[in-house]
């Protein structure tokens, strides 16, 4: 069974303290990541995606990368307004119609 | 392009009543998708449709049915709303490219409370 687990649960860090988010997957054969942010109130916003061991992306203060087991997702000199909900997901060679299995979200607080 | 919108945002239903979310999207994207999301549970998804023309469950399709009216809109209905169904109801649509799936967009969500 596919599955995604994201941690921590929730980070608290002060603006410009560097850290790092974590998914973990189990996917029979991952055929993409995908990170999301979710502002309180609103609908995932999509950041990246990735396909295969060793990519990253890169969007301001965030950077994805992406292992055989996990993709972590860095924020560099984190401001206020990157506060939210971090989710991960991934696409497997099971889950047929394009279905995304996603973790629980790591909410990201981060104070001036 | 207003991406994917969803109506209604609110929605308070008493035990026992029907309604219709109802979903649009201007991407021209064939797949399009409901989820619900609970405090500590994630997003789950109920249906999705693959295609114009097909339909098919998620992992909690209990309750729900949709329809796909047509390449832009996809809808959600309840028949006999249960407070278990008190949710955050999410619709997005998401596009493919030689054959490969690729990410999803999500629209504002309607948040419906069973009493």
């Known amino acids: 069974e596919d599955q995604v687990t994201q941690s921590p649960e929730a980070l608290r860090l002060q603006e410009g303290e560097s850290s790092s988010l974590n998914c973990s997957y189990t996917v029979s054969g991952l055929r993409g990541l995908f990170w999301y942010r979710q502002d309180p109130g609103k609908g995932p916003e999509f950041l990246f995606t990735l396909y295969s061991a060793g990519e990253e992306k890169e969007k301001e203060r965030l950077k994805a990368t992406l292992t055989k087991k996990e993709s972590f997702l860095h924020i560099t000199a984190p401001k206020p307004e990157d506060s939210a909900t971090y989710l991960c997901a991934v696409l497997s060679n099971y889950n047929q119609g394009g279905k995304l299995i996603f973790g629980q979200g790591t909410e990201l607080s981060v104070k001036p | 392009n207003a991406g994917v919108t969803q109506t209604p945002k609110f929605q308070v239903l008493k035990t026992g009543q029907s309604m219709t979310l109802q979903c649009a999207q201007d991407?021209?994207?064939?797949?399009m998708y409901w989820y619900r999301q609970d405090p500590g549970m994630g997003l789950r998804l109920i249906y999705y449709?693959?295609?114009?023309?097909?339909?098919d469950k998620g992992e909690v399709p209990n309750g729900y049915n949709v329809s796909r009216l047509n390449k832009r809109e996809f809808s959600l209905r309840l028949e006999s709303a249960a407070p278990s169904q008190t949710s955050v109801y999410f619709c997005a649509s998401g596009w493919t490219s030689g054959g490969a799936w690729n990410e999803q967009f999500f629209g504002p969500g309607t948040r419906l409370t069973v009493l």
């Open positions: 991407m021209n994207h064939n797949s």
């Open positions: 449709s693959a295609s114009e023309g097909t339909t």
